[in-house]
């Protein structure tokens, strides 16, 4: 099994509009390391966007130093878009790329998504890369599936995160299911739902993985990574606690609990 981090695993501890003094990649490569984890994903992370050949080369350097290789994620799927992030890639051994329909400036639909992939994906093919389609709640999952059955190509497949689809009113098995035979990277998060306060609705948030909803033995059987080559990245959705400092710790604390808990359906 690979297991990596994503950035969304430093999500307060890097955000500029919460964090006092946020950590940058540099930062987040060290933390990873320390963890005795060999991968990172640079995930929805637009920094990354703007950073110069040297400072590519310098991340790929210190990723090198220490053990940690990288994976990339972005939303969109206009060609140009993933042009930008396949020069990335390139730039930082990354044989990776999650991406999802959307992004700020762009909504696609279904056969435009199509087309736009057709024109990108032969590149991604000639370079190595995959890119991996995330399950969200904005795109139901049988037109992801349509879409990249499709394209048809062995470096377009799907990133599977069943939390996501929740909000959509799709149940995790199903999105698995459908899912399984096209996954190429899966993003461990578990969830769950609580009661509002006066019991007024409910709360869908994350958990520490073991204690929520996630099937993942269920998933892991359905789409067997370790023989498929697929690497499991590990996110959170951290609620708040009402400061930086304290936030930062329960992240903190969550990463180190659900890779003890990844690491222990091992033995």
Aim: one cysteine or more.
């Amino acid at each position: 099994m690979t297991i990596g981090l994503s950035t969304y695993s430093f999500f307060w501890q890097w955000h500029a509009e919460t964090a006092p003094n946020p950590i940058g990649l540099d930062g987040m490569v060290e933390k990873t390391a320390d963890l005795g984890v060999g991968l990172l994903q640079i995930c929805d992370y637009p920094q990354i966007e703007s950073y110069t050949d040297a400072q590519l080369k310098a991340l790929k350097a210190l990723g090198d130093s220490r053990g940690v290789a990288f994976e990339l994620g972005t939303r969109g799927v206009t060609p140009e878009h993933l042009a930008l992030y396949l020069r990335l890639a390139q730039a930082l051994d990354v044989t990776l790329v999650r991406s999802m329909f959307y992004s700020a400036t762009s909504r696609p639909t279904p056969e435009q998504a199509g087309r736009m992939l057709k024109d990108a994906v032969p590149t991604y093919e000639r370079a190595g890369v995959t890119i991996a389609l995330e399950t969200y709640e904005q795109v139901p999952t049988a037109t992801l599936v349509d879409v990249v059955t499709a394209v048809g190509s062995p470096n377009l497949g799907i990133c599977l995160d069943p939390a996501n689809c929740v909000a959509a009113l799709e149940h995790p098995d199903d999105v698995v299911r459908r899912t399984a035979a096209l996954v190429k990277n899966i993003h461990v998060k578990d969830f769950s739902f609580s009661r509002k306060d006066g019991w007024v609705g409910f709360t869908l948030a994350g958990i520490p993985l073991g204690e929520g909803l996630l099937d993942y033995h269920g998933l892991i059987a359905a789409v067997r990574p370790d023989e498929q080559g697929i690497h499991q990245i590990i996110e959170h959705w951290v609620p708040w606690q009402g400061d930086s400092a304290t936030t930062c710790d329960l992240e903190d604390r969550w990463t180190v609990s659900n890779l003890e808990t990844l690491r222990s359906y091992r033995k």
